[in-house]
């Protein structure tokens, strides 16, 4: 098989970071400014609004953050008083974090900004589109956790 040029503006690893960064960055500095929250700590307020207690090790797997990242942010969040740390019932070195009455007031507070960040970013595609990029990028994500399974 003949080797073609590789060209990174066409190199979907760079593509997908670059767009994952322009997107972030935007929503971050919002957070940031209105709520001094930093894109992971919310993720961590999403995933524990949407998800319930959950473990840092969960966390990690459900966001994709790397647990330095999770720790950090469950760190900043709990000097806010916004997560609590409960005992895990069948693991004594583990923790379940969980969303208090203020990270939930938070949460309510920030996610109608969230909506419209997404609207705007995907104002240019028709909702067609939008399916179809959200499902595109759920088939690459499994792809690559199956093809790192391998590894």
């Given at each position: 098989m003949a080797f073609t040029k590789l060209a990174l503006d066409n190199y979907l690893p760079y593509r997908l970071s670059v767009a994952s960064n322009a997107v972030s960055s935007l929503i971050s500095t919002a957070y940031d400014s209105l709520y001094a929250l930093k894109v992971p700590e919310w993720r961590l307020i999403?995933?524990?609004?949407?998800?319930?207690p959950s473990t840092q090790q969960a966390l990690v797997?459900?966001?994709?953050?790397?647990?330095?990242?999770?720790?950090?942010?469950?760190?900043?969040?709990?000097?806010?008083?916004?997560?609590?740390?409960?005992?895990?019932?069948?693991?004594?070195?583990?923790?379940?974090?969980?969303?208090?009455?203020?990270?939930?007031?938070?949460?309510?507070?920030?996610?109608?900004?969230?909506?419209?960040?997404?609207?705007?970013?995907?104002?240019?595609?028709?909702?067609?589109?939008?399916?179809?990029?959200?499902?595109?990028l759920r088939r690459v994500e499994d792809a690559a956790i199956k093809a790192q399974s391998k590894t």
């Open positions: 999403w995933v524990l609004n949407e998800d319930g797997k459900r966001t994709g953050m790397d647990k330095v990242t999770i720790s950090r942010a469950a760190q900043a969040l709990a000097k806010r008083r916004l997560i609590t740390r409960a005992p895990h019932e069948h693991d004594g070195r583990s923790h379940h974090l969980i969303l208090t009455v203020e990270g939930q007031r938070l949460f309510d507070d920030v996610s109608p900004s969230a909506v419209e960040y997404e609207k705007e970013v995907l104002a240019g595609l028709s909702p067609e589109e939008i399916q179809t990029l959200k499902d595109l």
